[in-house]
């Protein structure tokens, strides 16, 4: 079993930056995705990394701003967040599972998400 915890969500005007981090415990050799839900639209892929933190992944809408990492001593993913549109504005889930995927049917657990609001 895996627990995950995100946080740093919040509100920040267009243009800021946030990170974000998801804590985890349990079992904890996973791979890890980031996830977001806008509103009133479905989960979609946002980033991923490997279990050695070795290859990342990340949507074409979020390259150049936003940035994976892990750091596996202390059993936490981060999600750093430039450059923020109104468009990024959503719910936030990490998640892991045994690879890296695109899909969220391709992970095994998920935090309960933290919320980004970005104004214009």
């Known amino acids: 079993q895996v627990q995950l915890v995100e946080s740093g969500g919040g509100l920040v005007q267009a243009g800021g930056s946030l990170r974000l981090s998801c804590a985890a415990s349990g079992r904890t050799f996973y791979a890890m995705g980031w996830f977001r839900q806008p509103p009133g639209k479905g989960r979609e892929f946002v980033a991923a990394?490997?279990?050695?933190?070795?290859?990342?992944s990340g949507a074409d809408s979020v390259k150049g701003r936003f940035t994976i990492s892990r750091d596996n001593a202390k059993n936490t993913v981060y999600l750093q967040l430039n450059s923020l549109k109104p468009e990024d504005t959503g719910v936030y889930y990490c998640?892991?599972?045994?690879?890296?995927?695109?899909?969220?049917?391709?992970?095994?657990?998920w935090g309960q998400g933290t919320q980004v609001t970005v104004s214009s």
């Open positions: 990394i490997s279990k050695s933190g070795g290859l990342t």
């Open positions: 998640a892991a599972g045994p690879y890296i995927g695109y899909g969220d049917s391709e992970y095994n657990y």
